[in-house]
């Protein structure tokens, strides 16, 4: 039996075919509507247009021993970034090169590792993986976003723009950080996580040696910063040519490490205590020592005066108790009586 072609059903009088939905879907409507008033269709446009081409992927975890700062501080960072992936904690005893095969398990071209050391120190790593460079900062002055309670607000997962001291372009090795800072703490423009708006920015300040991280949110009228947070010191220790090791590239030499930086100040109450006793020993001797006499200087008489000789008198009567009187007026009354008696002798004799 020969297989014959199938015939479309014709649809009936008065039924239209319904258009697809595309960017003329709203004209074949309004064509296909017979009679009555067209059809509108009103498709939104998507909020990004483009595509999604840089594909930076930072991984933020930390080793074991942080405390609750640091905790919270890795997670406002990842709030931050929406481009950011998590991890869990990595042993202490652990080599640092094992993060390389972290990032490549995760997928991840970028890398910021908290290192913390005796539970009060915090380091934190920039790596670019596998091929590097790296940088090794101390951590200081951190204030979170629970802990500050700014008054600044902006949309989560939107792109940050990103703020420079002019003395970046100046030297070498800050032109080498700007451009791990770009590569790391920028959105990518399209990322599935992120928001197509610009409310706030990240400014990298250098001040006494330091680089100083703050985010700020632009206000839309005015153009003015209000603070959001978080906030912290970056303190540059080594800047490496391989991830998390290799030759080194730059090393400050106005870094003072931790140790170094306790040990001084204990010297210096040490030193306080040691002059106070020095003091003290001192004061002790002085007391000790027999005083020296001090020759008598003859001109000191030259301006004495003598003094008038007054006849010494000798009193042979006790003399009389004076009486205990509280009140003025009786005392007064006695006084008088014995002027009367006087005065009654006298005439007598």
Not at 107 to 112: A, D, L, R, Y
Not at 217 to 222: A, G, L, N, R, S
């Amino acid at each position: 039996m020969a297989a014959g072609k199938r015939k479309r059903a014709e649809l009936p009088a008065g039924k239209a075919k319904r258009p697809r939905d595309g960017p003329g879907a709203a004209e074949a409507g309004a064509e296909a509507a017979p009679g009555g008033a067209p059809q509108e269709y009103s498709i939104p446009p998507p909020v990004s247009q483009g595509k999604w081409k840089n594909k930076e992927r930072v991984l933020i975890f930390s080793s074991r021993g942080i405390n609750f700062r640091t905790r919270h501080l890795m997670q406002d960072l990842r709030t931050l970034m929406p481009h950011s992936k998590a991890d869990t904690k990595m042993d202490r005893k652990d080599q640092l090169f094992v993060i390389n095969e972290v990032c490549e398990m995760k997928n991840c071209n970028k890398c910021i590792f908290f290192e913390a050391k005796k539970k009060q120190d915090l380091y934190m790593w920039l790596s670019n993986t596998p091929q590097g460079p790296s940088a090794k900062f101390l951590v200081q002055n951190v204030h979170t976003l629970a802990e500050l309670k700014m008054t600044g607000n902006c949309l989560r997962g939107s792109r940050p723009l990103l703020s420079f001291d002019p003395i970046f372009d100046k030297e070498p090795h800050y032109a080498l950080l700007k451009e791990l800072f770009i590569q790391i703490f920028s959105t990518p423009q399209y990322h599935p996580k992120s928001q197509p708006f610009v409310d706030h920015v990240f400014t990298f300040t250098v001040t006494d040696e330091r680089i100083w991280f703050r985010n700020y949110q632009i206000i839309e009228e005015d153009a003015s910063l209000v603070e959001i947070g978080p906030r912290f010191v970056l303190n540059l220790i080594k800047i490496f040519q391989g991830s998390f090791g290799g030759p080194t590239l730059y090393e400050n030499p106005h870094y003072q490490s931790p140790n170094t930086h306790r040990r001084l100040v204990r010297l210096s109450v040490a030193a306080k205590f040691r002059e106070k006793q020095h003091v003290k020993e001192v004061q002790k001797e002085k007391k000790k020592a027999s005083k020296v006499l001090i020759k008598e200087d003859p001109t000191e008489v030259v301006f004495e005066t003598p003094a008038e000789e007054k006849p010494v008198e000798i009193q042979l009567v006790k003399p009389e108790s004076k009486p205990i009187v509280k009140d003025k007026k009786k005392l007064r009354k006695i006084q008088r009586k014995k002027q009367k008696k006087l005065f009654k002798t006298e005439a007598s004799a």
